[in-house]
């Protein structure tokens, strides 16, 4: 069983920033990628930012200037964070945990159950 508990959402100012956490617990045999996720009421959820394993990144472009992701391996942590907050960064956002199965080594995703960002205009 693998959880993921998130924190640093809330309620900003728009221009301020947040900055999110995401650790993973569990019986975890390997992680091969951690990152976050956002969904807007009545939107699709999309990627924000990926990290993994071996440090490689994936952002999505009109928010690569304002998130940065970041893991401490050490701990089983993500980190996004996000500055210049604009109003429609608005969303819950999402843990995710890529992990392989401990026999077959099948690739496995894991989702935390979300942190509200709400910015303010």
């Known amino acids: 069983q693998v959880q993921l508990v998130e924190s640093g959402g809330g309620l900003v100012q728009a221009g301020g920033s947040l900055r999110l956490s995401c650790a993973a617990s569990g019986n975890i045999f390997r992680i091969n990628a951690m990152g976050w996720y956002r969904q807007a009421p009545g939107k699709q959820r999309e990627l924000v930012a990926r990290?993994?394993?071996?440090?490689?990144?994936t952002y999505v472009d009109s928010l690569k200037g304002r998130f940065t992701i970041s893991r401490d391996n050490a701990k089983n942590t993500v980190y996004l964070q996000m500055n210049s907050l604009k109003p429609e960064d608005t969303a819950v956002y999402y843990c995710?945990?890529?992990?392989?199965?401990?026999?077959?080594?099948?690739?496995?995703?894991?989702w935390g159950q979300g942190t509200q960002v709400t910015v303010s205009s």
């Open positions: 995710s945990l890529e992990g392989a199965n401990r026999y077959t080594m099948n690739s496995i995703r894991y």
């Open positions: 990290m993994s394993n071996e440090g490689i990144t």
